[in-house]
């Protein structure tokens, strides 16, 4: 039994998947918090799905993929910022219209150019296919975005339940504003590799929104998140060896049935609290 268990270490790409899933658990689940708290959960899906064509673009130009989904990142949430602070359309609608654009441009070079990356990889993500060089990548952007986040966690959270009262206690609401949508844009291109586009909103949102179901001050809500994801990327990776699946989606339904059981304790709680007081 124990060396069923053990089977998967045995295996340097399992082993990589492994290592890969750590290092993007702490900053992801970080940034899903303020994220959550922020009512950002479609800003993460928006920019998520408009690296595409930063990335064929990149590809094509002979650059490394990631400075295109960087550069496309920052372009779809910079624009998105701007078009709904200088219009009269909502952010909500602005988002929609910018990424869906962005992801149907990101196709279209995609399919007029002959490449050796799969589109798959880029979509779903490859967490058994990284190597030493993406672990790097992703290390080093995880270590950067998770300090960040960790250093002005308290002036992030004042912003984000906040933004006129961080603006009255003399903080740099821009520089927090656009510094949070460069941690985004960090965490979507470490996660490239791993998840890919699509499931990385997964890792983005699912983590904050368990720990707020789950705790009520938000420093444990940084650490719930965590470890949540931590745990839940782990046993995804583990189980897919067995189930012969894919890591990231087995990742992504783990996170949701979390997210699902914290719904209902919640639930279960509210209601008891109801009837007491009743």
């Given amino acids: 039994m124990t060396e069923a268990l053990l089977l998967p270490f045995q295996f340097p790409f399992m082993q990589n998947a492994y290592l890969i899933a750590l290092i993007v658990a702490v900053p992801t689940a970080l940034l899903s918090c303020f994220l959550v708290l922020k009512g950002w959960a479609l800003m993460g899906d928006a920019v998520s799905h408009a690296v595409l064509p930063g990335i064929v673009l990149a590809y094509i130009l002979g650059l490394p993929l990631i400075l295109g989904a960087f550069a496309a990142a920052m372009l779809t949430a ?21 990424f ?5 441009l ?60 961080a603006r009255v206690s003399g903080l740099r609401v821009g520089a927090l504003h656009y510094g949070l ?51 839940s990327m782990l046993a995804g990776v583990h189980l897919s060896f067995y189930l012969d699946s894919a890591p990231a989606p087995t990742i992504i339904l783990i996170l949701t049935a979390a997210f699902i059981a914290a719904l209902l304790r919640r639930t279960r709680q509210t209601r008891r609290a109801q009837a007491h007081l009743g």
């Fill in 106 to 165: 990101g196709i279209v070079l995609y399919t007029a150019i002959t490449s050796d990356v799969h589109l798959d990889h880029i979509l779903f993500g490859n967490m058994l296919g990284v190597g030493a060089g993406d672990l790097w990548t992703a290390l080093a952007i995880g270590a950067v975005v998770s300090a960040g986040l960790l250093v002005w966690w308290r002036d992030l959270m004042l912003h984000a339940f906040d933004p006129a009262q």
């Fill in 181 to 231: 949508l460069t941690a985004l844009s960090l965490s979507i291109v470490a996660t490239l590799s791993a998840t890919g586009l699509i499931l990385a909103v997964g890792l983005l949102i699912s983590p904050g929104a368990i720990a707020f179901l789950l705790v009520r001050s938000f420093g444990r809500m940084l650490a719930v998140a965590v470890a949540v994801n931590i745990a």
């Fill in 78 to 98: 910079g624009a998105t910022g701007y078009l709904a602070e200088n219009s009269r359309i909502k952010q909500d609608t602005v988002m929609g219209v910018v």
């Fill in 100 to 104: 869906s654009g962005m992801f149907g």
